[in-house]
């Protein structure tokens, strides 16, 4: 069988665009290694309707709502390589498992590389978080801590004291704040502490000591951590398709990617913001474009 589509990722951004395209009645596998990036979180939040659900009842409702309309399949494997096939694509597992789509979307979503800095994941998720739009809410005025080791530390450090006045600002070590950042954030009551972070200190999964270099502990109860996104799986980038600055996939207003019949939607073309409710209108949006692409093929 040729599916219409094959969709890779069952993510918000993945589900939403099967959803799409099975109210559509297009032959859809939807693929999905059942390993989400946000499975360590305790609750998703900002998606209306849906704020504060774990990612696994999330996950739950979609598929059922998703798989409610028989031309959707749910392909429970790993894609391990991609070719285009002529107008099409052949993809396999690592049991050779092959199927092949006259479409296809790339919903594969990130990956974060965080600093190596102990005792960060006990913590992660459930004291630590990298999106304070996300998470801000839970840690309101709380003694926060912000470790960044990049750019925009200052612009993440500005939101953060939108929830709470008792901010340590770290940069790991790193040059990334100018003078006039500097003053800015401590004119504010914002901590600065350019050291090296050594290490989180809580248990059961809540901060309560940061470590320096040089010993120092202060006292925090939550924080933030900023990562580097990478791609979660090479397929765009091998299939030849162009990239954004940030390393994602560029991609038109319909998903359109630039290799014919290719689309891309979700964390793996935009990277930012990471978040559910972005992803899935993202799917959305990509889902009308490969309609819409279809239907003129065949019209």
Not at 163 to 184: F, P, Y
Request: glycine fraction near 12%; include cysteine.
């Amino acid at each position: 069988m040729i599916y219409d589509c094959a969709i890779i990722g069952g993510g918000p951004a993945g589900l939403n665009a099967a959803l799409m395209l099975g109210r559509a009645r297009r032959s859809v596998a939807l693929i999905d290694n059942n390993r989400p990036r946000n499975a360590v979180t305790h609750a998703s939040h900002g998606f209306i309707t849906r704020d504060g659900a774990t990612p696994g009842e999330f996950r739950r409702i979609a598929y059922e709502e998703v798989l409610r309309y028989p031309s959707v399949e749910h392909v429970r494997t790993e894609v391990v390589s991609v070719a285009k096939i002529g107008s099409g694509f052949a993809m396999l597992d690592a049991s050779g498992f092959r199927i092949q789509a006259r479409k296809l979307v790339l919903a594969t979503g990130v990956k974060e590389i965080f600093p190596e800095i102990e005792g960060f994941y006990p913590l992660y998720g459930k004291s630590l978080f990298n999106c304070p739009f996300c998470d801000g809410w839970e840690l309101r005025d709380q003694p926060l801590v912000l470790v960044s080791e990049y750019s925009n530390v200052f612009h993440t450090a500005k939101l953060l004291l939108n929830w709470g006045n008792d901010l340590i600002v770290c940069t790991n070590g790193q040059a990334n704040l100018s003078g006039e950042h500097k003053e800015r954030l401590q004119a504010k009551g914002a901590v600065v502490n350019e050291q090296p972070v050594a290490a989180f200190i809580g248990r059961d999964g809540r901060l309560e000591q940061v470590r320096f270099a040089d010993g120092t502990q202060v006292a925090r109860s939550g924080g933030f951590v900023t990562p580097r996104f990478v791609p979660s799986a090479p397929f765009g980038e091998l299939l030849g398709c162009e990239l954004t600055e940030l390393g994602g996939v560029r991609t038109d207003s319909g998903g359109r990617t630039s290799v014919p019949g290719l689309y891309a939607a979700g964390d793996a073309s935009y990277f930012a913001p990471s978040q559910v409710v972005f992803a899935a209108a993202e799917g959305s949006r990509t889902a009308m474009g490969v309609h819409m692409d279809l239907t003129d093929e065949d019209f």
